[in-house]
Every structure is written in structure tokens, then in C-alpha cells.
């Protein structure tokens, strides 16, 4: 199976700062890499899907970047709605996987 | 408007069985692919299984921590697919949720989830 290992697994952040969240694979992956955000208590929202492709309606605010077995989730400057928890995920292979997540807070 | 909606969760005996649905609005689902994820409580996200679409004939996938045990069927009729779960034991107690998936040329993408539906095994 492969593993994905995000860090941190949580980060204390203020309204403005820029945040970066990455996610390494123990095997390459190529581009197959989504990026969700999920809220307490609320079902996840997908933000980004191939690596760095904004899905539609999520604030250009957040962006992805990398292949093979390093990722970037980045928030360019983190507003009140965007404290939650980021999981990567890889559709390379069966079994599909999920990172253990990131909780962003305020500080 | 996509809509996913779960349901049929609830609080069963271990070895016992539930049979949870998803039904879809907005789309047809037979055109896509769905995926199964759960989040047990306080825990993170596990990727549980997969039907494929029509032009797939519904094949399917499972995580081996459910496989043998739990089955995802459709219903076209009725616009829905159902995830059969028997042999429950205590590590199935989550809230289940249903996504579904697009095509984006290369591979298949969840950009849609359910509101998901709780399933509490416990005597």
C-alpha cells in the first residue's frame, strides 16, 4: 500500500500568514494527488485534484504543486474560514489512501 | 444542483449487518464513478471501496479491511447505490460517506461528498 505522510500534522497560524502543508508518498505517484479540507463536524470539501488543480469554486487562495512523492498544499494568506483540517489523497493505486491530516488553528 | 445524501446508518451489535444508501440528485449516477470513504470518531479519513460506472460494467474495489465483508451495489432505477455491510465488528463504528467521482482525462477525482450517515457497532 502507499503511505502517505503529511507535516505538520498540526500548525498554529494567523489570519494573513501564509501556510504551507506537505504530503510525501513512499512511492512515486506521479500527478494522482487530491487535496481536501474538512471542517468540524461537516463532511470534507475537495480542493484541489491532479496536484494543482484548483476544483471549481475553491478561492485561488490555496494552490498544489509536485509529482511523484512530494506535495505542496500552500495558502497564500489564510482567512477566518480556512482554520480546518487538510488531508492529501493518492488515486495511483489500490488501495486508495489518505494522509493522517493536517489541523490548522489559530494562534 | 449534485446532491449525495446518505443514509440507514445507526447503531448495530457486532456480527450483526446494515445496508446503507446514497442517493443522487442532479446527475445520473450510473454515468460515474462512486468511491466509499469512512471517518471513524476523532480519526482520519480510510478509503473503504469503489463501483465504477455502467461503462465499466460496476466493477468493483475494496479496502482489504472490508473486503469479504461489505458489498456496493446500484440501483439505477431508483438513482442510488448501497453499501451491504456484514460481519461488524468494532473498528466499522464511523461516519460513512459516499463521493463521487469525475474523469479529468488521466484518472478519476471525488468532487462531490455526501453529508455522510454514522454506523456505531457496539453491544
Known amino acids: 500500500d502507499i503511505q502517505l505522510t503529511q507535516s505538520p500534522s498540526f500548525l498554529s497560524a494567523s489570519v494573513g500568514d501564509r501556510v504551507t502543508i506537505t504530503c510525501r508518498a513512499s512511492q512515486g505517484i506521479n500527478s494522482y494527488l487530491a487535496w481536501h479540507q474538512q471542517k468540524p463536524g461537516k463532511a470534507p470539501k475537495v480542493l484541489i485534484y491532479a496536484a494543482s488543480t484548483l476544483q471549481s469554486g475553491v478561492p485561488s487562495r490555496f494552490s498544489g504543486s509536485g509529482s511523484g512523492t512530494e506535495f505542496t498544499l500552500t495558502i497564500s494568506s489564510l482567512q477566518p474560514e480556512d482554520f480546518a483540517t487538510y488531508y492529501c489523497q493518492q488515486l495511483k493505486s489500490y488501495p486508495l489512501t489518505f494522509g493522517g491530516g493536517t489541523k490548522v488553528e489559530i494562534k | 444542483e449534485v446532491q449525495l445524501v446518505e443514509s440507514g446508518g445507526g447503531l448495530v451489535q457486532p456480527g450483526g449487518s446494515l445496508r446503507l444508501s446514497c442517493a443522487a440528485s442532479g446527475f445520473t449516477i450510473s454515468d460515474h464513478y462512486i468511491d466509499w470513504v469512512r471517518q471513524a470518531p476523532g480519526k482520519g479519513l480510510e478509503w473503504v471501496g469503489r463501483?465504477?460506472?455502467?461503462?465499466?460494467?460496476?466493477?468493483?474495489e475494496y479496502a482489504a479491511s472490508v473486503r469479504g465483508r461489505f458489498t456496493i451495489s446500484r440501483d439505477d432505477s431508483q438513482n442510488s447505490l448501497y453499501l451491504q455491510m456484514n460481519s461488524l465488528n468494532t473498528e466499522d463504528t464511523a461516519v460513512y460517506y459516499c463521493?463521487?467521482?469525475?474523469?479529468?482525462?488521466?484518472?478519476?477525482?471525488?468532487?462531490?461528498w455526501g453529508q455522510g450517515t454514522l454506523v456505531t457497532v457496539s453491544s
Open positions: 463521493t463521487r467521482l469525475f474523469y479529468d482525462g488521466s484518472d478519476y477525482y471525488c468532487d462531490y
Open positions: 463501483t465504477r460506472n455502467k461503462a465499466y460494467s460496476y466493477t468493483t
